[in-house]
C-alpha cells in the first residue's frame, strides 16, 4: 500500500491478534453466532467496518479502501478515493459467466461479486450493518458466504446498474486463478499490470452451475 499510494491515507490492519502498531483489534460481538460446523457466514468480521463509529472508534477519515491480504496492487490507489460516490463499490468479477451466476442464484451460490476489494465513503454502509444486526441468526445461518449475502440483499444481478452497490469497472481487477473477462480474457495464472488489482480468489463453488 505505502509503495502504490501518492496520497496520504491512515492505514490499518485490522485483526485478532495486534501486534503493529497499525493493527486495530477486531471486535468479538458477533462470534457467538458463528459455529463452523453448523453456520455459513464465515467472512463475517469484514462487515464490522461498515460501522465504523461503533467498532473502530480510533479509526478516522470519511473515504475507506478495504483490501484483502491475498492481492497484488499494481497501480496507484488514489484511483479508487477519486471515484464518483454515488453508491459504494465492490468486486463485480467479470471472468464469471452471468447466466451462470443467475441460474445459481437461487442456490445461494456462485454470486458475481467478491468482497476482496470495497469503497465506501462514511455513513454508506450503515444500513448493511444494521441489516446484519438485526437479522444475525438467519443472515448467519442462511448464507454461505458474505458475497452471497450482498449478492441477494444489496447488489442487481438482473440489472447491474439499479442496485445499493455497484461493480467495479471491467479492467479495474482480475483474477489470478479464473481469469479477467468471460469469454474474452480467460487465461489463468498471469499477470496484468495495466489493471489495477490481482485477486486471488479460488472457490470451486463460484463455478459452479446447476443441473438443467
Known amino acids: 500500500v505505502e509503495t502504490n499510494c501518492s ?29 463452523p460446523d453448523t453456520n455459513k457466514f464465515w467472512a463475517y468480521r469484514k462487515f464490522y467496518m461498515f460501522n465504523m463509529v461503533k467498532n473502530f472508534p480510533s479509526i478516522k477519515g470519511r473515504k475507506f479502501l478495504f483490501l484483502d491480504l491475498d492481492i ?4 496507484n490507489l488514489k484511483y479508487f478515493f477519486d471515484l464518483p ?20 442464484y437461487g442456490r445461494v451460490m456462485g454470486p458475481p461479486l467478491n468482497s476482496s ?10 444500513k448493511i450493518y444494521n441489516h446484519i444486526e438485526t437479522n444475525k441468526e438467519v443472515i448467519f445461518f442462511t448464507y454461505p458466504t458474505i458475497d452471497n449475502y ?53 472457490s470451486a463453488s463460484d463455478d459452479y452451475d446447476v443441473e438443467e
Open 72 to 75: 497484488i496492487i499494481h497501480q
Open 85 to 104: 460516490m454515488v453508491k459504494p463499490w465492490i468486486v463485480r468479477g467479470w471472468w464469471n459467466n452471468i447466466d451462470i451466476c443467475k441460474k445459481n
Open 7 to 35: 496520497i496520504p491515507v491512515n492505514f490499518y490492519c485490522l485483526t485478532d491478534n495486534p501486534t503493529e502498531s497499525y493493527d486495530v483489534q477486531l471486535p468479538t460481538h458477533w462470534d457467538e453466532y458463528y459455529n
Open 150 to 202: 450482498l449478492n441477494h440483499f444489496w447488489y442487481d444481478i438482473w440489472n447491474e446498474n439499479k442496485g445499493f452497490l455497484q461493480g467495479f469497472p471491467v479492467g479495474d481487477m482480475y483474477s489470478w486463478y479464473k481469469g479477467n473477462i468471460f469469454n474474452e480474457d480467460m487465461e489463468l495464472k498471469k499477470l496484468r499490470p495495466d489493471h489495477k488489482i490481482c485477486l486471488f480468489n479460488n
Open 117 to 126: 476489494v470495497i469503497r465506501w465513503n462514511d455513513g454508506q454502509m450503515t
